[in-house]
């Protein structure tokens, strides 16, 4: 579960609204299957930087700009924001979202009939339904029972006013202020592990050492960023932080963006991280083993990426990047419940390859992000995780682990090389591109130039402010 850093000043309103429908559509649901399977357990990734923003809304009362819109008087809105609303206030999906609600739909259409960005193509009245119904669709179903309000308001599908709005944001804030005392105390009950991912997302491997991602001889890169330190704080505040707030100080680290290094190992290692996970091609690389797949996605010997290794003392598995890709991308298009049935069918397929296996267990890791895919699934994905999660329930030889305890129990492979890079096998997406090397290089400068600071004013009262801004400009964001 990630978002980035979405203000320009530590007290300024978010620049998007991802955090707060995120939160009101997934964060706190997807835990709560647990409590509606017996022997469901789930794996947890909480990047810090969601976490203090998700604290920001619940119990500082932040605003984004979506929200502080739909809280001010319509006949206080400029043309500005009326541009803004029709711009932005349909950013939804619209076979689930917008489809099904016949008056968002009546805008949507109204909207993509107009001429470009006419602003007095809606009513005042129009644009107060807007601002409601928007907010609405993001809000999961299944917080319909714990709010007699929310289902008045759903129900009551138009003639929304600036009262029934600043409702819904009150609805918003009150399902985020329950994220976070749930997770704990399904953390507490074993029913969930949670790991973390360094404090504001960076790319670990380049902060610790540039020289891993095989830049060309031609490039003007420095040889050193200088932000190996960097790289370690990021992960000590991103383990304290989440000590902090859960009194539970995580085991595992979840690289950003599964990248990974032998110098991110040892660093790893040096913090006390008992484990990682990283992806499939990184292990094929490091084994230098090529996982052939069928024309239906099936590998054809999954024993090696159902194992796990250790490099060094530091734990390792991998996941198989195949089944995140169809949940992703691919079941969406189709029936949720169809789908969540092909997915345990390709779990039995790949159990039924290991009959000749020397080993009792084999872990089967799926890790994605949490958040993305939903809206594109009808009832927000309900459907086919309570399909999935019951198949699984259901059957003896499959079994849901929490990560650490299972480590605990099996037998770990050694693993004497493992390969520099991320789920795209290499560094490109962030680095060897002539304006993202730009960037590399301006943020070095700042570094440098912080440094130089910091040792000739080492009690000046912004440099923890200052530090904080660097580290979100390191991040992959």
């Known amino acids: 579960m990630h978002q980035p850093v979405y203000q320009l000043t530590p007290t300024g309103d978010f620049l998007m609204p991802w955090v707060r429908l995120h939160a009101v559509k997934d964060y706190l649901d997807m835990a709560l299957f647990v409590n509606k399977f017996k022997k469901l357990k789930l794996n947890f990734n909480l990047v810090p930087v969601l976490l203090d923003s998700l604290i920001d809304y619940g119990e500082n009362n932040i605003h984004d700009i979506h929200s502080r819109l739909t809280v001010t008087d319509v006949s206080d809105l400029t043309d500005d924001d009326k541009e803004f609303i029709i711009n932005n206030f349909f950013d939804s999906n619209y076979h689930h979202m917008i489809l099904p609600n016949e008056e968002y739909d009546r805008l949507y259409q109204k909207y993509q009939a107009s001429d470009g960005n006419d602003i007095n193509i809606f009513s005042e009245q129009e644009y107060s339904d807007l601002l409601a119904i928007f907010n609405l669709v993001w809000i999961d179903s299944v917080h319909k029972k714990s709010y007699p309000d929310l289902e008045y308001l759903i129900n009551k599908k138009k003639n929304y006013t600036l009262q029934d709005r ?260 290499g560094f490109r997406l962030w680095i060897d591109e002539p304006l993202k090397n730009l960037a590399w290089k301006y943020l070095k400068q700042v570094k440098d130039d912080f440094e130089d600071f910091v040792n000739n004013n080492p009690d000046n009262n912004n440099i923890y402010a200052a530090q904080k801004e660097l580290f979100i400009c390191e991040g992959s964001d």
Not at 198 to 216: F, K, R, S, V
Not at 258 to 266: A, K, L, R
Not at 271 to 277: A, C, E, F, L
Request: aromatic letters at 10%.
């Open 166 to 425: 600043i409702k819904i944001i009150n609805i918003h804030r009150d399902i985020i202020r329950k994220i976070i005392p749930t997770y704990k105390k399904l953390l507490d009950k074993n029913k969930i592990e949670i790991t973390t991912s360094p404090y504001y997302h960076p790319i670990l491997p380049i902060l610790a050492d540039i020289g891993c991602a095989n830049l060309p001889s031609s490039s003007d890169m420095p040889k050193d960023l200088g932000m190996y330190n960097d790289a370690k704080q990021q992960c000590e505040l991103a383990l304290n932080r989440i000590e902090e707030i859960f009194s539970f100080r995580p085991k595992g680290i979840w690289p950003c963006e599964h990248c990974i290094s032998p110098e991110v190992m040892d660093l790893f290692k040096s913090i006390g991280v008992k484990w990682t996970v990283s992806d499939e091609n990184i292990l094929s690389e490091s084994l230098n083993i090529e996982f052939a797949r069928d024309f239906r996605g099936y590998m054809e010997d999954p024993y090696h990426i159902l194992k796990s290794y250790n490099y060094k003392g530091t734990n390792i598995i991998f996941r198989d990047s195949f089944i995140p890709n169809l949940i992703g991308f691919e079941y969406p298009n189709h029936s949720s419940e169809g789908t969540a049935k092909d997915l345990y069918e390709r779990i039995k397929i790949v159990q039924s390859k290991l009959l000749s296996s020397p080993d009792d267990n084999h872990l089967l890791t799926i890790a994605m992000d949490g958040e993305n895919c939903w809206e594109n699934y009808k009832n927000d994905g309900y459907t086919f995780l309570s399909t999935l999660y019951s198949l699984i329930e259901n059957d003896e030889t499959l079994e849901t682990v929490l990560i650490s305890d299972y480590l605990e129990q099996d037998k770990q492979k050694p693993l004497n090389f493992i390969s520099s890079g991320s789920w795209n096998r």
